[in-house]
Each structure stands twice: as structure tokens, then as C-alpha cells.
């Protein structure tokens, strides 16, 4: 008798993907720490480049941890990007909020009577 299913062990591609992930936070703990200056100090649409890095590799450590964990790369391409689509819009609706709303407090007391009292 056959088996239609044969089981395959995953150790090498577990391993894989917790190197990966692991170098990745590695790399953004490292910047935490150092915090260069040519990313620290440069901005780019009112952001230093420095929270640029970390939103990109943030993204990329979800997206690799949906497609890996969560099986993606074996679905039918029309539900990858439903779910890839819907994650897509609501990262770009939270970094435009950011964006404009990000430096809303310190516009308020920068251009108003009121002090600084914190």
C-alpha cells in the first residue's frame, strides 16, 4: 500500500528562516544601538532615514515571517495578493498617519502661546 503523502522533514528550512530572521534583527538592533549619523541625522518626507530602515526591514521581517509560517508561498497567487494587498494598504494608511500626524504636538506648542511644560 502507498501512501499518497509522504512526510518531509522541514529542519533545514526552519533553520533557514530563523537565520534569516534572526540576522535581519540583528542588523536593525545594531543600527538602535550605533544609530549612524548619516541616517540619524538625514531626513527624507519629515523622517530620518534611520525609521525608513527600520519600517522596510520591519516589513520585510512580516512579510518573510506570512510566507513562511503561515504557508503563503503554496496558495493560489489571487489569495497572496488579497492578503498581500489588504497588509500593503494598511502599512501605506499607518506611514501616511505617521507621517502627517507624526510632528502634530510639537507644531502645536512650536507655533502657539502655550509653553513647554514636559
Not at 503563503?72 to 500593503?88: D, P, Q
Not at 502599512?91 to 507621517?99: A, P, R, S
Request: glycine share 4%; aromatic share 18%; no cysteine.
Amino acid at each position: 500500500m502507498s501512501h499518497a503523502h509522504e512526510h518531509v522533514s522541514n529542519t533545514s528550512r526552519i533553520w533557514k528562516v530563523f537565520i534569516l530572521l534572526s540576522l535581519v534583527t540583528i542588523v536593525e538592533v545594531a543600527l538602535g544601538i550605533i544609530r549612524p549619523e548619516v541616517l540619524f541625522y538625514n531626513n527624507f518626507l519629515s523622517m530620518n532615514l534611520l525609521n525608513w530602515v527600520f519600517i522596510i526591514l520591519t516589513l520585510y521581517k512580516a512579510y518573510y515571517i506570512v510566507w513562511a509560517f503561515m504557508h503563503m508561498e503554496g496558495e493560489k497567487s489571487s489569495l497572496r495578493w488579497a492578503v498581500v494587498a489588504t497588509v500593503i494598504f494598511l502599512v501605506l494608511y499607518l506611514v501616511f498617519i505617521l507621517l502627517v500626524e507624526g510632528d502634530y504636538v510639537y507644531g502645536v506648542f512650536k507655533n502657539s502661546t502655550i509653553k513647554w511644560n514636559f
